[in-house]
């Protein structure tokens, strides 16, 4: 499956977007939440934003050969933005590329 950009956003309102009065790690108080932790249990929308990270991390860093991300704070979108072209992107998906089903890493 496949989303559009409407349909992610639609997705991670659905599972992560949060309402009410939240306090805030700088101390500062916010009516809205968007809690990663809950749209990162989803794999479609893990999925699609791995694709999205995978995209630009290759357009701006063509010759990157490595991706890293902050212990806790984005091990699920680094490790699904690493492997969108394998195991992550079903076939006929657009971005999916040869082997997109496989298990390999490499």
Same mark, same amino acid.
């Given at each position: 499956?496949?989303?559009t ?19 805030l ?6 009516n ?8 990162? *249990? ?13 995209? *630009? ?17 984005? +091990?699920?979108?680094t ?9 992550l *992107?079903? +076939? ?7 082997g997109a089903?496989s298990t390999?890493t490499?």
């Amino acid at each position: 499956v496949c989303m559009t950009d409407a349909e992610l956003k639609a997705a991670i309102l659905e599972f992560a977007y949060l309402e009410g009065e939240f306090v805030l790690r700088s101390g500062r108080t916010s009516n809205y939440y968007l809690d990663k932790y809950r749209f990162e *249990t989803q794999p479609e929308i893990l999925r699609e934003l791995g694709k999205r990270l995978a995209a *630009t991390a290759a357009e701006r860093e063509p010759e990157a050969e490595l991706l890293a991300g902050p212990e806790l704070g984005a +091990v699920q979108l680094t490790l699904a933005a690493r492997w969108p072209a394998v195991a992550l *992107t079903p +076939v006929g998906c657009p971005g999916a590329a040869a082997g997109a089903n496989s298990t390999s890493t490499e």
